[in-house]
T-cell receptor, first 112, second 114 residues
Framework: GENVEQHPSTLSVQEGDSAVIKCTYS??????FPWYKQELGKGPQLIID?????GEKKDQRIAVTLNKTAKHFSLHITETQPEDSAVYFC???????????FGAGTTVTVRA | DAGITQSPRYKITETGRQVTLMCHQT?????MFWYRQDLGHGLRLIYY???????DKGEVPDGYVVSRSKTENFPLTLESATRSQTSVYFC?????????????FGPGTRLTVT
């Protein structure tokens, strides 16, 4: 099955700086890569996703990049704000399969 | 718009007891999922369902049983709870529409097995 590795496990950044989280996947058939944000005491929520036919996708301060050859994808958060503090999960799947394989998560802390 | 709800939110049970975690969604989504979340492991899929009366195993199904007699409900039963099943359990639902694969998660159930 698919194996997704996520780094770093914790990330502390100064407010206004950028944060980058990286993930690698093992199954070359995977073609759907979502990112979920989990706030304290809540369930994860989708913040952005990318398909394998796209190399980069942006949504305001959030961007995701994908390198299919190297089988890795990254989440970039610019101009971080205190409300960006949360646990972020990457995931991978084949779009024809609803099952997601998640990374272990990254705890992001934005220092004021 | 209630969305997806889970009950109970917190549960303490003893080793060997049977416990059922409930999940209810109001969107009539076809797909429903059960995950467990443990530190260092992220979210691991326990079981999923593609429709009423259709269920299948995920990555870590041992010790768990599911059923789906109605589209909106997807209960998860621990037949004989063990300490290793202490975890936070999340239910999620999804529907493929306009090419979206988003899974919508409930608020979670924190289960402690003593």
């Amino acid at each position: 099955g698919e194996n997704v590795e996520q780094h770093p496990s914790t990330l502390s950044v100064q407010e206004g700086d950028s944060a980058v989280i990286k993930c690698t996947y093992s199954d070359s058939a995977s073609n759907y890569f979502p990112w979920y944000k989990q706030e304290l005491g809540k369930g994860p929520q989708l913040i952005i996703d990318i398909r394998s036919n796209v190399g980069e996708k942006k949504d305001q301060r959030i961007a995701v990049t994908l390198n299919k050859t190297a089988k890795h994808f990254s989440l970039h958060i610019t101009e971080t704000q205190p409300e960006d503090s949360a646990v972020y999960f990457c995931a991978a799947s084949w779009a024809g399969d609803y099952k997601l394989s998640f990374g272990a998560g990254t705890t992001v802390t934005v220092r004021a | 718009d209630a969305g997806i709800t889970q009950s109970p939110r917190y549960k303490i049970t003893e080793t060997g007891r049977q416990v059922t975690l409930m999940c209810h969604q109001t969107w009539s989504h076809s797909y429903m999922f059960w995950y467990r979340q443990d530190l260092g492991h992220g979210l691991r899929l326990i079981y999923y369902s593609a429709a009423a009366d259709i269920t299948d195993k995920g990555e870590v199904p041992d010790g768990y049983v599911v059923s789906r007699s109605k589209t909106e409900n997807f209960p998860l039963t621990l037949e004989s709870a063990t300490r290793s099943q202490t975890s936070v359990y999340f239910c999620a639902s999804s529907e493929r529409s306009s090419g979206s694969y988003e899974q919508y998660f409930g608020p979670g159930t924190r289960l402690t097995v003593t």
